[in-house]
């Protein structure tokens, strides 16, 4: 059997080499708001192969896939389908064509059963009505193509997240599929279902499908991949073949000329500012944490989106339940205190999400950067504001970031990502703030602003304030930090100091590695 | 020579499009309130010379009064992104309450009538806001939706009210309640219009001023940043319907003064005219943006058509009609504003 399926993939690689590809992308550009999300890549897909999209987050990999997939269309460059060139308008026209993905985030309707759920928006009918036993019954021979044990009638929302996704594939399935396009598939799944997906992938390719796939696991590319495409920063940097080395890879996704970006911090860790002894959250997120950040230093926290980071912060700033262990901040215990008392107690967390959790979008800057001072006495005597006060003190901070266009006065959405970045980072320095967190600071800015953050950042902490700093970006752990903590799956996989902290050190910790 | 009349045309066409960008950018700052304002007063002007005079535009704000107390109201649950259905509920049942109470104090102690007077207010007020307290728990603790929780209590308080009084209305409050807050007046301004400005003027100052309206805004604009803040947004959510509650509360007993009786069926048009005012006025359903001095123009307006279609002598029936036509039309002309903000950015 396993003979079998080594020979299949040996098979299934060589003579496609020089066939035709099903689709190719040429110099594919698409901008955000000022900012480059892909910038000029090209790619293709042949038949009967898997082509490995690797890059960090960010890098543009889901910008891609969304305009193969037609979600998004891109500003500049072409697309190629079977040699023609096509204008992907929608997502139903690239199913038409064959082309089908598999997104991280569900497309079901989880108050719907699972054959209604695959044949949305194409559902059997006779004169114009459901026909629910032909459905039924389309629903089931897919299902059992598959090889999926779910029961068609089943409701989504009754389902494990593994479950899910394959319902999610199934949908993939019910027309005829030319490319496929499965965007960590493998993330919630056990290893027995995993297995059973690589076969179908196996089956898929022997029948000429083309598959793009993304994944952070090295194991799987090695296990199923044939080329590999590596993204950086919205370019392609190159594409290989699957017999890569994992160092050769991971320079690939992360080398960049990095002297420049970031400023040297002197490193002098004084007391302890926070610490947190076996801490874990009601919701299970994060179990078993022990760490602690003193003043003086940029304390790293790596791991993948999802590993759990975030939820450290979140739970020592009192926004998650905690379930067990213990909050330590300097040193009295805060266990479970509420957001208020930590920001009293010197404790800033400017979240990753600026939209969602920053900023008002709809309301003047100045508001949103006064926000979290309003109860202090320089913005607030008694209930009645102090406006002057606070215009003065935002204009000041304003001019501080160097924000673009200087007018506290405008509306937050008409800034750009970069500018409303630096609102959001203005809001911290409104209070006396004894421990920064940066949840992912440089998500979705340009490198200008990028820099102005890692000047920011360094400066707080050699004025004596303690910075934590969670992020996905690895050259941001390796230059801003001198100890390094690295979470998979919600505990924490390693502390890294000094010269330990290099590429290979964290994202080994990172990555899961299955037991082969 | 064609040139020049090319010329001539093309500085024509520049005009009318430079005048057409400045109505555009008046359009985009101002809002539609201000543009229908002046086209109801040029109609109905046109239409009724009786309309343009002094005394009749004191009726419209006296008669505007009561819809400008539960639309500024409203304009707290607006804000903080939610909405209140039940501020005709809250009329009908602070009427209920307050006449009740004032009707069998004054016949305990009929010579004791300002006390009376006292207590059925009291009463009435302190009934009314309950129901916002009510709303207020709902939505904040058990994250019941504005448009459920809302609809409900207007249910239930409708139904409390009619209950109390078999549908009936209640007589029996002392004459002088009616003669004071209903047609009485302070230093020439008729009692429910000081009353009414007192406490805009108040809240005014609560909105721009004090750390709870910026609150009010943040919770409307971002509740998960307002979190982040520090802010208790459960509290300010609370509050939000407590004020709305508050605000319809007075009202209601303003109008109980007014007619001299309780009533169990006052305010049913109220949540409607009352979120139209607001929308008119600029208020976003999405919350966070909306500004007190607006709404009061808004209620202003919605008056000023009424008021104008008695005189010209439009049906009652149609004028329901218009009433929410124009709510709709000021949504529309929004959402066309909002497409313009949008160009404009680029």
């Given at each position: 059997m396993k003979a079998d399926l080594a020979d299949d993939e040996n098979s299934g690689r060589l003579p496609n080499a020089g066939s035709p590809p099903l689709l190719t992308l040429e110099g594919i550009t698409k901008t955000y708001s000022g900012a480059k999300a892909l910038d000029g890549v090209d790619f293709d897909v042949r038949p009967g192969e898997v082509h490995v999209l690797f890059g960090?987050?960010?890098?543009?990999k889901s910008t891609l896939i969304s305009i193969v997939a037609g979600a998004i269309r891109p500003d500049a460059g072409r697309l190629l389908f079977r040699g023609e060139p096509v204008d992907i308008f929608s997502v139903q026209h690239a199913r038409s064509l064959g082309i089908s993905a598999v997104f991280q985030e569900f497309s079901l309707v989880p108050q719907l059963s699972i054959e209604e759920n695959l044949f949305l928006g194409s559902e059997e009918t006779t004169f114009g009505v459901l026909d629910k036993s032909a459905t039924r019954k389309r629903a089931s021979e897919l299902l059992d193509q598959l090889g999926f044990s779910l029961r068609a009638t089943q409701r989504v929302a009754y389902l494990s997240r593994a479950e899910q996704q394959m319902v999610e594939i199934a949908k993939a399935f019910r027309a005829d599929l030319s490319v496929l396009i499965l965007d960590e598939p493998t993330a919630s799944l056990t290893d027995k279902e995993t297995d059973q997906l690589f076969a179908l992938i196996d089956q898929l390719r022997s029948q000429g499908v083309g598959i793009i796939y993304i994944t952070h696991r090295i194991n799987e590319i090695r296990k199923i991949g044939d080329r590999i495409t590596v993204l950086r920063d919205g370019c392609a940097v190159g594409t290989v073949g699957a017999d890569i080395s994992e160092t050769d890879l991971v320079g690939m996704m992360t080398g960049r000329i990095i002297d420049q970006i970031f400023p040297s911090v002197r490193y002098r860790p004084r007391e302890r500012v926070i610490e947190t002894r076996g801490l874990a959250t009601a919701d299970g997120a994060i179990k078993d944490i022990s760490l602690h950040v003193a003043k003086g230093e940029i304390v790293g926290l790596a791991g993948l989106v999802g590993s759990g980071k975030s939820d450290i912060a979140r739970a020592c700033f009192g926004l998650i339940p905690v379930s067990s262990g213990s909050v330590h901040f300097e040193g009295v215990e805060t266990t479970g205190k509420s957001p208020r008392a930590m920001l009293d107690a010197g404790f800033f967390y400017v979240p990753s999400d600026r939209r969602e959790e920053g900023l008002m979008m709809m309301r003047c800057a100045r508001e949103s950067i006064a926000l979290p001072a309003l109860s202090t006495p320089e913005f607030s005597k008694g209930f009645a504001l102090r406006r002057r006060a606070e215009s003065e003190r935002a204009n000041e901070l304003a001019k501080k970031l160097n924000l673009q266009p200087r007018n506290i006065e405008r509306t937050v959405e008409h800034f750009s990502g970069g500018n409303q970045q630096k609102i959001l980072l203005a809001k911290s320095l409104t209070r006396k703030v004894k421990l920064f967190v940066f949840d992912e600071p440089t998500v979705g800015v340009d490198v200008g602003t990028r820099v102005a953050i890692y000047r920011f950042i360094g400066n707080l902490c050699e004025n004596g304030a303690a910075v934590l700093l969670i992020s996905s970006d690895m050259p941001e752990i390796l230059h801003l930090t001198r100890r390094v903590y690295v979470m998979c799956r919600g505990a924490l996989t390693a502390e890294l100091t000094g010269d330990q902290i290099t590429q290979e050190n964290v994202l080994r910790h990172c990555f899961e590695r299955e037991a082969a | 020579m064609s040139d020049e009349g090319s010329n001539a045309e093309r500085r024509k066409a520049s005009l009318a499009e430079s005048s057409l960008n400045l109505l555009k950018l008046a359009f985009v700052r101002l809002g539609v309130l201000p543009f229908l304002l002046l086209i109801a007063v040029v109609v109905f002007a046109v239409m009724s010379?009786?309309?343009?005079?002094g005394r009749n535009l004191l009726n419209v704000v006296r008669q505007s009064t009561y819809l400008a107390l539960v639309a500024v109201g409203q304009m707290f649950a607006l804000l903080t992104g939610g909405f209140d259905l039940s501020v005709g509920t809250i009329l009908a049942v602070t009427s209920v309450f307050g006449a009740t109470a004032m009707a069998a104090a004054y016949t305990a102690m009929p010579e004791a009538v300002a006390a009376a007077i006292a207590i059925g207010m009291i009463v009435g007020i302190a009934a009314g806001i309950s129901i916002g307290v009510i709303n207020g728990i709902g939505v904040?603790?058990?994250?019941?939706?504005p448009f459920m929780m809302s609809l409900g209590m207007a249910s239930v308080g409708f139904g409390i009210a009619l209950y109390m009084t078999g549908g009936t209305p209640v007589y029996g409050m002392p004459i002088e309640f009616g003669d004071i807050f209903g047609f009485g007046s302070i230093y020439g301004l008729p009692t429910p219009v000081a009353v009414a400005l007192l406490l805009i003027v108040l809240l005014f100052y609560v909105v721009n001023r004090t750390r709870l309206g910026r609150y009010f805004y943040a919770v409307g604009g971002n509740i998960k940043a307002a979190r982040l803040s520090g802010i208790n947004t459960r509290l300010t959510l609370f509050l939000a319907y407590v004020f709305c509650g508050g605000m319809a509360a007075v009202a209601g007993m303003l109008l109980t003064a007014r007619l001299d009786t309780g009533e169990?069926?006052?305010?049913?048009?109220m949540p409607l005219e009352s979120i139209a005012a607001c929308v008119i006025a600029g208020v976003s359903l999405r919350g966070g943006i909306g500004r007190l001095e607006n709404v009061v123009l808004g209620a202003l307006f919605i008056g000023l058509v009424q008021n104008g279609m008695n005189l010209a002598r439009i049906e009652s029936y149609l004028q329901i009609v218009v009433i929410g036509v124009l709510l709709i039309l000021a949504v529309v002309a929004d959402q066309f504003r909002l497409r313009i903000i949008a160009n404009m950015r680029d």
């Open positions: 960090e987050n960010g890098a543009g | 010379d009786n309309f343009l005079t904040a603790i058990f994250n019941v939706s169990a069926n006052i305010g049913a048009t």
